[in-house]
Structure formats: C-alpha cells, structure tokens
C-alpha cells in the first residue's frame, strides 16, 4: 500500500501564490492533483506520468499552475499562480500505479489526506 504525504496549502489572497507537495512511499506510474469544492464534484487539476513525462492540466489552470517531479524523493510538486477565489477547494493528491484516465478520479487508488487552498477576494 502506498502512502501520499501531502504539504503546503493555506490562504492567500487573490493574485497570490502557493505550492503543494505529495510525498509517495512507494512505487507509482502517475501522480497529480484533484479538488474539490463545497457542493462540487472532485476534479482533475494537474497530473504528471513519470515514464513518458506527460503532464496534464485542467483548462482553468493551464497557464498559472505548474506540476513538476523530484525523483530522488519520489515527490510531486504543484507550484500555483495567480490563484483566483474560484481556486479555492481541498486540495487531494492522487497516484496510481496502473493506467488511468487523467481526470477520472475513479481509476485512482491512492489519495493524500487532502489539504485546503482558500484563496480570498
């Protein structure tokens, strides 16, 4: 069983910048980012496949946020930009190590405890 450690998150005020850190245990082919908001469907906002270097982003962030890997700590990074108040949601890091489709959250079988982005108007 692989464990996710998630860091960072926090409040920022609009314009404003965070960076997220996701810690794996154990072996994973993917490993990225989803949220969800209050009321609102868990969604894929960035994810990162280590064999091919693919990288996928939500359209809504493409252009302000940034997934990037460290191997020696098997750690996955997402470095947030210009965050908007519509940004604001549990952050969950999410890894796999079977094929999956990059923003289906089911095809996921490890996730992080979550963390909480408030971005403020």
């Known amino acids: 069983q692989v464990q996710l450690v998630e860091s960072g998150g926090g409040s920022v005020q609009a314009g404003g910048s965070l960076r997220l850190s996701c810690a794996a245990s154990?072996?994973?082919?993917?490993m990225g980012w989803f949220r969800q908001a209050p009321g609102k469907s868990r969604e894929g906002v960035a994810m990162?496949?280590?064999?091919?270097?693919?990288?996928h982003y939500a359209d809504s962030v493409k252009g302000r946020f940034t997934i990037s890997q460290d191997n020696a700590r098997n750690t996955v990074y997402l470095q947030m930009n210009s965050l908007e108040p519509e940004d604001t949601a549990m952050y969950y890091c999410?890894?796999?190590?079977?094929?999956?489709?990059?923003?289906?959250?089911?095809?996921?079988?490890?996730w992080g405890q979550g963390t909480q982005v408030t971005v403020s108007s």
């Open positions: 154990g072996y994973t082919s993917s």
């Open positions: 999410a890894a796999a190590a079977r094929s999956t489709r990059w923003n289906n959250a089911g095809d996921y079988n490890y």
């Open positions: 990162l496949y280590f064999g091919i270097g693919r990288k």
